[in-house]
């Protein structure tokens, strides 16, 4: 799938994340911010590019803004996004 448009999902509430998807070049690029980074950035950056994987996505930049969501708000969050970017 290829990401046509910029789109964003999720919000900055506590235990929410917010995903702004755009169109890359370079495979997936992944910005994230998050108040859990030291403990939980990597897992959280192999969520987001597993289910990047997933969805058959290349050529994104994704910048995630994270409050503590949980696994499956990330993901969901992630869907949405590309939902909303291109064509499934």
Known sequence: ????????A???ESNDIS????PGNN???????SIVEKQFGDEIR?????TLKELEVEGVMIKAIDKGALDYT??????TAVTRAGEM
Do not use: Q, V, Y
């Open 1 to 8: 799938m290829k990401i046509l448009k910029p789109a964003k």
């Open 10 to 12: 999720g919000t900055l």
């Open 74 to 79: 990330i993901k969901a969050r992630i869907e």
């Open 19 to 22: 995903i702004m998807l755009m």
């Open 46 to 50: 192999t969520l987001i590019e597993n």
């Open 27 to 33: 495979g997936i690029e992944i910005e994230l911010e």
